[in-house]
C-alpha cells in the first residue's frame, strides 16, 4: 500500500471501497463506525458491502491479469440489482447513467463502473498482485501493464523474492596445483 493519486472519478468511490480492508493486517474499516460513515452505511448494510468490496477486488485482480483471491460472488450479479437511472443533461445532451436513489452504496459503485466503462478507464482500475496487499490502484502507466501498487514497495519485494529463488551462483573455482 503507497500513496497514489486517487482514481479518476467515480472510481475513486471504488478504490476506496476496496481499500478499507488491509489484506496483510487484517484491519478493516468497515469495521468501525466511521468506516460505515464514510460510505453512508448502517451497521446492517456492513455485510453487503464486504461482499461488495471483494467482489470488486476479484474484478480489479482479473483487470491484472491475476486470479481472484479467494471464491465470491460475481460482481455482475451484485450489480445486476442496482437501480439506476439514465440522466440527459439538457445543456448539451450527453447522457448517463445515475443511482435512482443516492443512498445504496451498490447503486453509487454500479454508476461508478458505467462511467468508466463509457470513459475507458473501466480496467485501469486494478489490484495489486501481491497476495498480502491487493491494494486497489488507478494504474496510469502508459501501456496500461502496471502489476503493483507501488514499485518502491510491492513491486520491490516481488523481484527481491524473484532474485532469491535463483539458483546460487556457484562461486567454486577449479585451481591448478
Known sequence: MTERSPAPEGLALIESLVNTLDVESGRDTLDTADGLRLFGLTEDERPGAQVLRESLR???LAHAGHPPHRAVTPLGELLAHAPLR????PADGSAGLAP?????????VAAA???ALVAGTWTRLKACAAETCHWA?????PAGRGRWCSMQVCGA??????????EPYSTESSTAT
Open 58 to 60: 476479484a474484478t480489479l
Open 86 to 89: 439514465v440522466t440527459v443533461d
Open 100 to 108: 435512482a436513489d443516492t443512498g445504496p452504496l451498490l447503486s453509487r
Open 113 to 115: 463502473v458505467a462511467q
Open 137 to 141: 490502484y488507478y494504474d496510469r502507466s
Open 157 to 166: 519485494r516481488a523481484k527481491m523474492r524473484r532474485y532469491r529463488a535463483k
